[in-house]
């Protein structure tokens, strides 16, 4: 898992994964590297930092949930740049130098040790320092990582900096507002809706975002004829380039269809059984998104089971919509952005009448695509991203098998009306 955040006040890069240093030189493996990987393979930690600095961002944070072992194929000295001397920087590994980090197994879900414990403290209000130290104590306690892993802390702090500091906006600038906007836009889901078949039935398809690139789909019956005994509908007919697991489509549950982030979410009305479909690489689509939902169902006077199906097109959801497979002829963000951007179709919402801030895109984010009117979704109640714990605190009361972490599948920042792991348009029929 790969994530970094980037703006003008502060560059935060989180990493789950397979990993090694050499030299003193973080070096982030990609899932398609070869057995013998080098450096030429590999990502160098240093040299973003060298390009956040550039950005003259005010803290500059790491997070390494990867393994520090050497790496015996790469005898390279790599040259990452020539770093500033500036301060705000700081780095929290997972572990220590020429070790190994390790997740728990439970079940189909691993979760590394380091993010089990991160996730308790990353949205508290104090010195990232300090909660990096929480976070350190914390594994310290863990029995079955004692003597094996331990979190490491390197930093320059020159000024109390915390993660849930505000964003100081400046001026903005053309290229600004259209990053603006294209962060919106990558937000945006289609519209829950409802689908009438032949035979009666009537199905809700709704949508939700785990990541920007990553989307549930749910369906569950929402009407359906006397003399219809039993009925599902399943989606199929995706388009080859989508990452989708076959064998975890049309699940009952969020945790069966593979999906770790929205498993702890209150869905609405849990008695209407739900079928969940987890879509990956959102990014690589190059056209509409295009599938069918195939309806199963048996009249209750025969045994043999009857099918009917409708094709769908929910158009480029979520981050599909900036074309990200196509090749930049220009390094213009707000060339690229505006001549872009017009082609989308996006519903109306005043937050997107002046772009002027960042806090005018936020409101429409919370509109998380659901058949809800606009005025509705900016009053409703939502609360910020704030991670939460997904093992629960017995899972490290007793010794767990151990693994390294070579491949991690899966693992408030201000007053905004956001939270992306959002269910708000589940069953809102």
């Excluded at 930092?49 to 000295?77: S, Y």
């Excluded at 984010?365 to 659901?370: F, R, V």
Aim: with cysteine; proline share 5%; hydrophobic share 35%.
């Amino acid at each position: 898992m790969f994530l970094i955040l980037f703006i003008t006040s502060a560059g935060l890069l989180y990493f789950a994964g397979h990993g090694y240093e050499n030299y003193g030189n973080s070096f982030m493996v990609p899932i398609d590297a070869p057995a013998s990987y080098t450096s030429a393979h590999c990502l160098c930690v240093q040299r973003i930092l060298t390009r956040m600095q550039e950005k003259k961002t005010g803290l500059n944070v790491f997070l390494l949930d990867m393994c520090r072992k050497r790496n015996p194929n790469d005898d390279l000295i790599v040259q990452p740049g020539t770093l500033k001397v500036t301060a705000n920087i700081v780095f929290g590994y997972a572990t220590c130098v020429d070790a190994e980090a390790y997740e728990v197994k439970r079940e189909d879900v691993s979760n590394g040790i380091f993010i089990s414990f991160l996730k308790k403290h990353v949205c508290e209000d104090e010195k990232v320092t300090v909660m990096l130290d929480r976070v350190a104590e914390d594994m310290g306690r863990c029995a079955i990582t004692r003597g094996r892993q331990a979190l490491e802390l390197r930093s320059n702090l020159s000024e109390r900096r915390s993660l849930t500091d505000r964003i100081q906006p400046s001026d903005s600038s053309a290229s600004d507002s259209a990053r603006n906007l294209q962060w919106a836009v990558a937000h945006v889901l289609p519209e829950s809706r409802c689908l009438h078949f032949d035979c009666g039935v009537k199905v809700q398809l709704g949508f939700a975002a785990e990541f920007s690139n990553i989307m549930v789909i749910y369906t569950r019956i929402l009407e359906k004829p006397a003399e219809i005994d039993s009925c599902c509908a399943q989606l199929t007919d995706f388009p080859q380039e989508m990452d989708i697991d076959l064998k975890k489509s049309n699940q009952e549950t969020l945790f069966e269809a593979g999906c770790l982030l929205l498993i702890k979410e209150e869905v609405p009305s849990p008695e209407a059984q739900s079928l969940y479909t987890r879509i990956r690489s959102l990014q690589r689509l190059k056209r509409d998104l295009t599938f069918t939902v195939c309806l199963h169902y048996t009249y209750s006077n025969m045994d043999e089971e009857v099918q009917e199906r409708l094709p769908v097109t929910v158009g480029k959801p979520l981050v599909s919509k900036l074309n990200l497979h196509e090749p930049r002829t220009s390094r213009s963000c707000s060339a690229y952005s505006y001549s872009s951007l017009d082609s989308f179709n996006y519903p109306e919402c005043s937050s997107f009448t002046s772009v002027d801030s960042a806090v005018n895109t936020w409101p429409y984010h919370g509109q998380t695509g659901s058949a809800v009117s606009p005025s509705n979704s900016l009053t409703s109640p939502r609360s910020a991203n704030v991670p939460e714990e997904t093992d629960s605190p017995g899972i490290f009361d007793s010794p767990q098998p151990l693994t390294s972490s070579k491949s991690l599948p899966h693992c408030q920042v201000n007053e905004i009306n956001y939270k992306f792991s959002d269910m708000y348009n589940f069953h809102s029929f």
